[in-house]
């Protein structure tokens, strides 16, 4: 997986000034010109008692590529998010498919909504990397056989495994990347715990590393008050 930050207009200064608008007009664009540093507490504030427009006042765009599946569950997000994606009608699809490295955790244990997920064994790891390699190459042989024989490509794209990766331009801003984050990330600092499938976290991580650096007071806020979006 990999996220990209393609373009921002985010700060923190950008939550103070639309916060302060309610009581001081349009004299709080002044707010852009101020070290944030200063107003932390109303951070904290907005974030705990959640006052959640502010952080609306910004905008993150990422490239993300990862496997269709994880892109099948990041678009359950839709609030506050906007998405275009690599199409498989308009191009030929490459044939880079997503492996699960020697770390992943393959076994899963307990009941839907309360997963745990513990190592597999080294046959396991032999077993799924051997097949998926397999499917993924049989998969992609009879893709390019369907367009050698002149099928459209949105036909042959049928007979692809959603372990294939894409790529799409994703949008939000803060208060839409909070939620996802509360949601797709495990914490121990969450107030209610999240069990994410672990190909989304990685990429939820990667988006949160590179919001942390624009905008870090909010940042800090969200892990002091429960990692709930306000």
């Known amino acids: 997986m990999t996220v990209e930050l393609i373009k921002h207009s985010a700060s923190d200064a950008d939550v103070l000034f639309a916060a302060r608008v309610s009581t001081a007009g349009e004299e709080s664009r002044a707010e852009l010109e101020r070290d944030p540093q200063r107003s932390a507490g109303l951070i904290n504030y907005l974030l705990r008692d959640r006052h959640g427009s502010p952080f609306e006042h910004t ?12 892109f099948r569950e990041f678009q359950r997000h839709r609030i506050g998010w906007s998405y275009n994606e690599e199409s498989g009608r308009y191009r030929e699809l490459q044939p880079v498919f997503y492996l699960p490295a020697a770390d992943r955790r393959l076994v ?26 397999r499917s993924c190459t049989d998969a992609h042989a009879a893709y390019r056989s369907l367009l050698e024989a002149g099928v459209a490509r949105e036909v042959a794209r049928a007979v ?30 969450a107030a209610v715990p999240s069990f994410p499938q672990r190909e989304i976290e990685m990429v939820a991580e990667a988006m949160e590393a590179q919001w942390a650096a624009l905008m870090p007071l909010t940042h800090a806020a969200f892990n002091a008050h429960g990692r709930t979006a306000p």
Request: overall charge positive; some cysteine; charged content about 20%.
């Open 59 to 70: 905008s993150m765009t990422f490239l993300v590529s990862a496997p269709l599946f994880v």
């Open 160 to 189: 692809l495994p959603t372990a294939l990766y894409s790529s799409m331009y994703a949008t939000c801003n803060a208060r839409s990347l909070m939620h996802f984050l509360s949601l797709r990330t495990q914490d121990e600092r």
């Open 108 to 133: 899963q244990r307990g009941r839907p909504g309360h997963y745990e997920f513990t190592a597999g064994t080294e046959a396991q790891h032999r077993l799924v990397d051997a097949t998926l390699r």
